[in-house]
């Protein structure tokens, strides 16, 4: 398979704040985060990931799934993956919403509101680092959270 998500259940403590660590398997490449637990929990980035991916196969869309939940009143951005869908294909890129750039209050359930179409290259012409993975890996790589 070439995408999975794998979230450790120990709570670790990292720059100051509980975390729990966590990696994307993307085409053979290990990319690592930490998810903040002191507003969500691991259960709550799974349940939100899962809904967002629902929703983006649902509409047809594209899905962004948060890797750095606070709380809003007092964030100024949040990593997260976006998820572009493209027949068979996703192509999955390492994102960053800064909260100064959406209009009205964030809402975590909207979050593939957020996400705007697929960018390829950035402003000077540099492309953009992204994975293509098949949809299927994708689907089956949520299901087993």
């Known amino acids: 398979m070439s995408f999975d998500i794998v979230v450790g259940e120990t709570i670790i403590e990292q720059n100051g704040e509980p975390v729990n660590r966590g990696e994307f398997l993307l085409c053979g490449c290990k990319e690592e985060f930490a998810l903040p637990v002191s507003y969500w929990s691991r259960y709550d980035y799974f349940k939100n990931w899962k809904t967002m991916v629902a929703d983006g196969l649902d509409s047809q869309a594209n899905s962004a799934i ?11 951005f949040i990593n997260f993956w976006a998820f572009y869908y493209g027949g068979e294909n996703v192509y999955v890129q390492n994102k960053i919403l800064f909260m100064d750039e959406i209009e009205g209050r964030f809402n975590p359930s909207r979050m593939n509101s957020y996400l705007g179409e697929r960018i390829t290259h950035n402003e000077d012409g540099v492309r953009i680092s992204e ?7 994708v689907l089956s790589g949520f299901r087993a959270l």
Do not use: E, I
Request: hydrophobic share 45%.
């Open 66 to 76: 948060v890797t750095s939940m606070r709380d809003a009143r007092y964030m100024n």
């Open 131 to 137: 994975w293509v993975v098949k949809l299927d890996d």
